[in-house]
């Protein structure tokens, strides 16, 4: 898997990291999936949002995993590519 932008600098919130089990393989994993392009559960509207903000810049790119009975994480990376966050839609 190739990189289709770079995360800047890569922040989660305290509830994010009690949904990942303050596992630090896997959020490394889902950031990997989140800037190669592979946005996890979201909807065909929103993968064609990104992939134009991927593309056009300008826009930020929202990734969401859910991870099973553990809950769901999100991911975004600001419109200027200069930081990532990991998040639970609670803390949105």
């Not at 896997?26 to 949002?49: K, P, Y």
Request: proline content about 4%; aromatic content about 6%.
């Amino acid at each position: 898997m190739k990189p289709k932008f770079t995360p800047g600098i890569v922040a989660a919130t305290p509830g994010a990291l009690a949904v990942l089990n303050n596992d630090l393989d896997l959020a490394s994993m889902l950031v990997t999936r989140h800037v190669c392009g592979d946005f996890g559960d979201i909807c065909a509207e929103d993968a064609g949002l990104n992939a134009e903000a991927i593309r056009l810049g300008g826009a930020r790119v929202m990734s969401v995993y859910k991870l099973f009975e553990a809950g769901t994480v999100w991911i975004i990376t600001e419109a200027d590519r200069a930081s990532t966050t990991l998040l639970t839609p609670a803390e949105y």
